[in-house]
């Protein structure tokens, strides 16, 4: 039997040019699988190269993290892009790290949106569509990494792509398992222990508590671990601590669904 | 035998946004080579999946035309990149082609630089090495289209890579092989039967007259056609034409090695 | 007493790089407004110069066109930036236009949004706020042209500014004096004889009729010349034409406001 | 009799969207003058608004820093540009700036050129005309920031602009007055104290010390304080301390030349 895992996500190569990115070097080895920026919100050719080598030598799952065509805005405001355009934004973003992937040997595991595009597909069909439909016709081998219960989470696998569905373990979620709007009291969880608690329970029972303390039951497979929060790494390092005390290993969900 | 052919590139999708590429359309079906700008001089994402999809629908090989990253200089002015840099510019903007290629279903064929990269490859080693390493790093049976007799070419050979010479049937030449500057008397070739002929003798002899009648002997493959000048379509017409009186069949240099 | 006049304002400088602008040379002389893209949504430092120029040799009068920053959808996208965000990026555009007009020693005259901020900013009073409050920063004496009858002109007007409202001769208006969204019957009004007329009406009478025969009294100074239509040459020059007939001048709104 | 007086500069507003600045909020209040970043190898709108304003906060004279347009090359990359593309792209970036100084009210003082663009215009005539002829074209009376005793500095005085002459303390200067090459023993200057004493001896006796100990004569009005290097703003502190204890105040080059 396999044994109990969770994977840690995060996003990584949020640098650009000259601005060097969050703290990449240390969490690399605390997590699974990396979302690495492709130019469009953030990242260059360069530290997409450095990126992608530097998930290679942690082992952590490569996966794209596209966004809408937004530097200056970090992809974080909404872009009435038609579908058509965001589809071929994300077979570009996919596209140019493959080429990286391929340079450096690595399988290209999974895609999740970032940021504004992120947000919109979790709600609008449309954009979450035109996400699905990149993905596979780049290569319908990859994984989506979506919100878990999400409208991408529905329309990728109505594509026929595998989802793994996402959680968030320092934020905090309404009894109908929405995320509090940031600014909500409980919105965020900020004290290392909790986070870490939050994930083991999620990786043990498949519960996350709500921030009214309802059990809230879930298929995530995967948490986001954010590297551009003040305490991102003692976070990180926290979490990994209270997984391997209470036997969960920590391994991409890729990894998990072939055994390995 | 393989019939006698001949390969006609040309620059494709070299519009951006709201401004359209030249006469891509017209000149699809007259060549047999598309080199495809990546958004680095030229074209986005919505105009890559057009322009790849245009050359699949009439059976032309899909090439990347990488650049150095400057839009507004259409990738004509020098950047004093690192090696580094170029290497890392191309694997980005020959796996963002790629993603189109998957999307569309057709090979990626070659990568043929643009403007003042492909000068550069010509003659400066460094880069020369940056781009034949980038092109085998994302996949090593890609050709590579060189000035013929350029330090690209033996560099890209001594990469292990198959390299296309090109020559410029509307250009110029010294009778030592090298192509006479702009605004040098016989440095372009305007008038279509001219160009047509020239394009028929290398064909079939492989000679390409110099502008003092000297014959140079080349090994020239390919053909560039260029798409941004006046009356480019009547020129490719007038080759066509000219080659099928010939017996010269139009075809990719990748289709004429494989003996398709 | 000052003769009856109208201005006639169009876009202009909208190519980028080695993409030539609309029929600038042509369109210039028959228009007494310019407003001159600022490299947000298209235009680049050369072309700018190139447009204050030509508007200058003709005695144009010289607007800032500023945008939203989205040159591959060419300011069309709505973006979901903050009044701040907005404000900053036109106080930038319109200084670097003044640079221009420095440079060739024009005034500057009026501000104009461009595509999907002009439409922002016509019903969105924190958008209309950010783009006065931007204009007035930079120099009071600015015109700010809206569409007529806009929440723009109440809040430019509110921040002290002259506002010169704005009629689309070749566009289909309803009753309430609204445009008709494009793809309804009346949209559109393409035949240049009939602009001509409407224009003329505007001009003498004030009056312009709705696509249902409506006489819609407006207090337009300004007409828009689209630059980027097939037939916008041919619509201007008759638009002029008539005008001569009817005893109409062409002239700028500043101008006519200071009896020049 | 006006006071023994140096200018001390640094360049400011170098991030990007996301990307904060080096420490400007503790460098500013340190210098005298602030050259500020316009987009085009760093800073944004909403960062150029914000320096403006912290230069304007602590009485520090605002100048603009133009670039080659490189972001993701942080202007550190020669580009060939015509001298046309660079006088253009020098109006703009000084014209954008200008609308920030108008918004917060305040004068618009220098113009400093940034890395490739400022050591191709130390020893290039072209580059240099190009540029002094943008400045004086958006306002003569700006002054001109350039390395002591280089073509900029020659071309701007002949172009009819004031030149403030640059030193740089924390770098080796070779008994000609060059710049030692970065990796050249010596080429650095580390030691807080170190720098200090190298420029109060620059302000009270215009005298700077090569690496072997050569007295050079300079007539440099400022010295360059980075603030992109580890310790900035100790060395920062220790030269303000050390003036300070010299009775050498810290203005600007305008101000000094105006006797305020």
């Known amino acids: 039997m396999a044994p109990r895992s969770i994977d840690l996500n995060c996003d990584m190569g949020e640098g650009f040019g000259a601005w060097a990115p969050p703290p990449d070097e240390e969490l690399m ?25 530097l998930a290679s030598r942690h082992g952590v799952a490569v996966g794209a993290h596209p966004s809408f065509p ?15 355009e965001i589809e071929d934004d994300v077979v570009y973003q996919v596209g140019a790290l493959l080429g990286f992937c391929r340079a450096e040997g690595v399988p290209l595991v999974h895609v999740k949106p970032h940021g504004a595009l992120y947000n919109a ?12 439909s990149a993905v596979r016709a780049v ?26 569905e996402e ?15 940031r600014g909500h009291p409980g919105a965020l969880v900020t004290e290392p222990e909790a986070i870490a608690e939050r994930v083991s329970r999620l990786a043990r029972e498949g519960i996350l508590l709500a921030a009214d303390g309802t059990e809230l039951a879930t298929a995530a497979a995967t948490v986001c671990v954010h590297s551009d929060t003040p305490g991102a790494v003692a976070a990180a390092r926290a979490i990994r601590a209270r997984l391997e005390r209470d036997g969960v290993a920590v391994r991409s969900f890729a990894a998990a669904a072939e055994g390995r």
């Not at 597909?121 to 699905?132: G, T």
């Not at 290569?139 to 989802?163: F, I, K, M, N, Q």
């Open 139 to 164: 290569d319908p081998s990859l994984w989506l990494t979506c919100l878990a219960g999400s409208v991408l989470a529905r329309e990728g696998r109505a594509a026929g792509l595998r989802c793994a």
């Open 167 to 181: 959680a968030f373990a320092d934020r905090g979620y309404a009894p109908d398992g929405t995320l509090l709007p």
């Open 121 to 132: 597909a979790a709600k609008d069909p449309a954009v979450a569509r035109a996400i699905a």
């Open 70 to 84: 937004d530097l200056v805005g970090f992809g974080r405001r909404m872009i009435a892009a038609s579908p058509a």
């Open 29 to 53: 080895p605390l997590v699974s699988s990396a979302n690495v920026a492709c130019g469009f919100h953030a990242s260059d050719p360069r530290l997409m190269r450095r990126t992608v080598r």
